[in-house]
């Protein structure tokens, strides 16, 4: 797989686990030392978590407090710096919530992300932004 192939494949297990409850396969798109923050709308800074246990924490309390099915839609990726251990990469998120027998737009967002290829050969991020445009 290209190393672009494989950082689309992260953001998008990403996703598919938090969306799925699969906090196992999340937790491995994250190094150990990963940092993670977000904003939404013109609101504080929200974090920074440090470390993969705070990250975890935070993405497992999100969905404890949950009582719907989220569909994570990440497009628009850009890979705006790479090397052969890291890259740099923006993409879009369309935040679907399905409730009721309906799917409505909660929200949509920016993420800035930072990636690691790990001694392991897999790509993990490192940082993540969340920019929300909308609370939800």
């Not at 998008?12 to 977000?38: C, H, K, P, Q």
Request: aromatic content about 6%.
């Amino acid at each position: 797989m290209s190393a672009r192939g494989a950082i689309e494949n992260v953001l998008n297990r990403y996703s598919i686990a938090y969306d799925d409850n699969d906090m196992t396969e999340m937790a491995d798109t994250f190094t150990d030392d990963a940092v993670l923050s977000m904003r939404i709308a013109d609101g504080d800074l929200i974090g920074p978590f440090e470390g993969k246990e705070a990250v975890m924490k935070l993405m497992t309390d999100s969905l404890a407090s949950q009582d719907d099915q989220r569909r994570h839609v990440t497009t628009n990726v850009v890979i705006r710096k790479e090397t052969d251990d890291s890259a740099v990469v923006s993409s879009y998120l369309t935040l679907i919530q399905v409730k009721d027998g309906k799917a409505n737009l909660l929200s949509t967002a920016r993420y800035d992300d930072e990636l690691r290829r790990e001694d392991d050969g897999a790509w993990r991020f490192t940082r993540r932004h969340i920019q929300l445009d909308l609370p939800y």
